[in-house]
């Protein structure tokens, strides 16, 4: 077994983390896939190799971002622009630009789910909430404070499916065909299990955590996507390579450099997270600073490190079957730096 599965293994076990996969690219090929542990606890069901996971706040990156890049390409939305060009009600200070680096003033979170009255998953209900983020009023100036916003993400979906003019499933749809990636989608039914809900009542599986997103349909640009930890280290990749050769590539690869190098007020860029030094960071040691990327909280993340022409996906369901944050945070730096002695970061110039 490969000295970074078992360390992977090792390391789920010691965090009390129910299951984990990893998968590591370099200059696009794959040289770690594993994968371990329990998808659900009970009745017991093992992580098989391509097990589906709930990617949560990966989707920001994976879907908002890479649709984001695609309509900045194609002219038909502007990051200075303020997103009142599309959406009626929404506070007019606040440009695309804010919403992609979480600096538009909007609160972090609400229960956006309570406003629906009708069922879950209705066209209706989509609208309700979609309706009440982007009206809520800011919180500080927009442009003054980074809060990392799923309401400034909903504003954005909104934005997104304006200027596109169609749901964000299908435009996302577009940058899949790019890449021949099939192992991305909006719910899974053989999805490792995540919470035992207490809105809903069971465990979930196979359909999306997030209680906003569920009231949604599952649908969104700040959670909602499902995949396996290759298919999102591929579709990094691809970014990856896109931005180092626009030329040799299907996707906006020109538009997405400048997301990443959109910055606000804090670590976030363009749809993307940054390396933050000092203090907790879920990176560890050896990430070099050019590296972007996401964390999820159901437990996963993705990071792409161009310098190093290097994806990183991990995901794991730590969530199951109770929320505890505990373990994830010591899993994920640990697992990060071993990834990274094993590429030789460790002895490298950052």
């Known amino acids: 077994m490969h000295d970074l599965s078992l360390t992977l293994e090792r390391l789920v076990r010691e965090h009390e983390v129910p299951s984990g996969a990893l998968c590591v690219m370099v200059d696009g090929e794959v040289v770690v896939d594993a994968c371990t542990g329990l998808a659900r606890t009970d009745p017991p069901r093992l992580a098989r190799p391509g097990q589906p996971y709930d990617l949560a706040s990966v989707t920001k990156s994976l879907v908002g971002a890479s649709v984001a890049a695609r309509l900045l390409m194609d002219g038909r939305i502007s990051l200075s622009r303020p997103a009142a060009d599309w959406l009626a009600g929404i506070d007019p200070r606040i440009t695309v630009a804010q919403l992609l680096t979480h600096s538009s003033g909007l609160p972090a979170w609400r229960r956006l789910y309570e406003v629906v009255e009708r069922p879950w998953g209705t066209d209706e209900a989509r609208a309700q909430v979609i309706h009440t983020a982007i009206t809520t009023p800011v919180e500080v ?110 996707l906006p690869g020109e538009a997405m450099a400048r997301l990443w190098s959109l910055r606000g007020c804090g670590s976030h860029r363009g749809g993307w997270d940054s390396v933050t030094r000092g203090g907790y960071t879920s990176t560890g040691q050896y990430f070099p600073d050019d590296a972007v990327g996401h964390l999820g909280y159901t437990g996963t993340s993705l990071w792409v490190v161009p310098s190093r022409k290097t994806s990183i996906a991990l995901l794991t369901n730590r969530v199951h079957p109770h929320d505890c944050s505990k373990g994830i945070r010591a899993l994920r730096p640990a697992l990060h730096d071993a990834v990274a002695q094993y590429l030789g970061w460790d002895t490298a110039a950052a």
């Open 141 to 250: 100036e927009p442009g003054s404070r980074h809060r990392y916003s799923d309401l400034g993400f909903i504003a954005l979906l909104a934005v997104l499916e304006a200027a596109g003019g169609r749901r964000i499933d299908s435009l996302f749809a577009d940058i899949l065909r790019c890449t021949n990636i099939t192992e991305l989608g909006w719910g899974w039914p053989c999805a490792a299990a995540t919470e035992n809900c207490p809105v809903r009542g069971y465990v979930i599986e196979g359909t999306v955590h997030d209680l906003n997103t569920a009231a949604m349909g599952g649908r969104s640009t700040h959670a909602g996507l499902f995949g396996t930890a290759r298919a999102v280290a591929r579709l990094g990749d691809a970014w990856r390579a896109a931005v180092a050769d626009p030329t040799s590539s299907p």
